[in-house]
């Protein structure tokens, strides 16, 4: 209890003064805040540690762009091509600006500098509280995305907001016995690729009603018992099937991520067609814990650190 009590208050006092701080010690302290350990800079060997010195030392002005869910879009057409990205309906500076008279009956509405702060799916705008998702907007342009967790490409993205065609796939499904389960949900496919090289394959299901994270190798073997980076989610039930656009997504995700120490790059596959999602640099801010904790180190070993 006062070990808990301890933390609520450093982290307090961490936020208050974190303007006052370099990169380096804020994330030296909000490391040992959130993982419990010191954060060792000169011999990082954990992928959380790892991500950490990546953030203070590999400064590629281009990761800037990569971020920014705006002009991303042209970058990444560029490299793989168009027939890969989702449709946009509109950029927006501000809520005013916006008409939602002239999007349709679904679409997805979100700020293109940060994660998840201000989102919006739309599956009927007859019900939309359009009240409600330009106080959330709003809220989400105002936030600093790189002050919590220095993500420095973040840090000059124009501010922006997007909206896309809503994505929908009709294959997503589970192997149960000798049947195909359909999900329910949209899956995410998230490759972890270390200098052009796609390892791993994160795969979020069921975010709507009980998120699960399976994770694959390359060849689609399950990883059975491996989870992160979120606390408290768990495996599917069910082997899922591997989608069709697999190897297609494998190769863009390799293309995508030439000579980045690590990114993480996301798809959906829609009806056997991969549409790509977005490039992250830092999956949790690299304080998310895997499951079985081994695989932090494990993970981390693939991760080579350029000089400084």
């Not at 994270?213 to 989610?233: A, H, K, P, S």
């Not at 993480?264 to 596959?269: E, S, V």
């Not at 992250?280 to 000089?307: H, Q, V």
């Amino acid at each position: 209890m006062k070990k808990n009590l301890f933390y609520k208050a450093y982290g307090k006092v961490l936020h208050i003064f974190s303007s006052c701080l370099s990169d380096e010690l804020y994330l030296k302290l909000f490391f040992y805040h959130v993982m419990g350990y010191h954060l060792d800079l000169e011999n990082p060997k954990t992928f959380s540690e790892k991500l950490q010195w990546l953030k203070l030392y590999d400064r590629n002005s281009l990761y800037t762009i990569m971020v920014d869910k705006v002009k991303a879009k042209e970058y990444v057409a560029n490299k793989i091509g168009c027939q890969y990205i989702i449709p946009t309906l509109g950029v927006w500076k501000s809520v005013e600006e916006i008409d939602f008279d002239s999007l349709p009956s679904r679409f997805v509405i979100k700020c293109n500098h940060n994660s998840g702060n201000g989102m919006f799916i739309c599956k009927d705008k007859s019900k939309l509280d359009i009240k409600k998702v330009c106080k959330g907007l709003r809220k989400g342009l105002k936030e600093n995305y790189y002050k919590y967790g220095r993500e420095w490409p973040y840090k000059d993205v124009p501010r922006r907001i997007i909206a896309e065609v809503y994505m929908e796939g009709k294959n997503d499904k589970c192997i149960e016995g000798e049947k195909f389960v359909k999900s329910g949900n949209l899956r995410d496919y998230k490759f972890y690729c270390f200098d052009g090289i796609p390892r791993l394959c994160q795969i979020i299901s069921d975010r709507a009603v009980d998120e699960k994270i399976d994770f694959y190798d390359m060849e689609w073997n399950r990883l059975v018992g491996l989870v992160g980076l979120t606390e408290g989610t768990h495996n599917s039930s069910q082997e899922i099937v591997c989608p069709q656009s697999f190897d297609v997504m494998k190769k863009c995700a390799s293309i995508l991520s030439q000579n980045i120490p690590f990114s993480r790059i996301d798809f959906y596959d829609i009806d056997g067609h991969a549409y790509w999602g977005e490039i992250t640099f830092f999956p949790a801010s690299g304080l998310g814990t895997f499951y079985p904790k081994e695989w932090n180190k494990k993970i981390g070993d693939w991760i080579r650190l350029p000089k400084k």
